[in-house]
């Protein structure tokens, strides 16, 4: 059974930074591209971020090229997202995809 499990949701304040990671289990993860979403109340569900299936090839959302980074750790079955100078267009659900699956998604909220 494959499962993508997001965490490292928070309240932060504008200014902050969080890292979110992605664990997967059930799939051989290394041969998969992942991708990072993220839906803001009331709007649709918008790629973030992607990284090729060994690392490198990353693309980003011009939102927010030069304050997040995606990176993987494929010994770990894990996916990171590094958001810096958060602001509060930055408050969302992100989730993780991959090959077809989604995570539950864990809540990005930024504010003073």
């Known amino acids: 059974q494959v499962q993508l499990a997001e965490s490292g949701g928070g309240l932060v304040q504008p200014g902050g930074s969080l890292r979110l990671s992605c664990a997967a289990s059930g799939l051989t993860f290394s041969r998969y591209a992942v991708n990072w979403y993220r839906q803001a109340p009331g709007k649709e569900r918008d790629l973030v971020a992607s990284?090729?299936?060994?690392?490198?090839?990353?693309n980003y959302a011009d939102s927010v090229k030069g304050r997040f980074t995606i990176s993987r750790d494929n010994a770990k079955n894990t996916v990171y997202l590094q958001m810096n100078s958060l602001n509060t267009e930055d408050t969302a659900v992100y989730y993780c995809?991959?090959?077809?699956?989604w995570g539950q998604g864990t809540q990005v909220t930024v504010s003073s």
């Open positions: 990284i090729a299936p060994a690392g490198g090839h990353e």
């Open positions: 995809y991959s090959f077809g699956y």
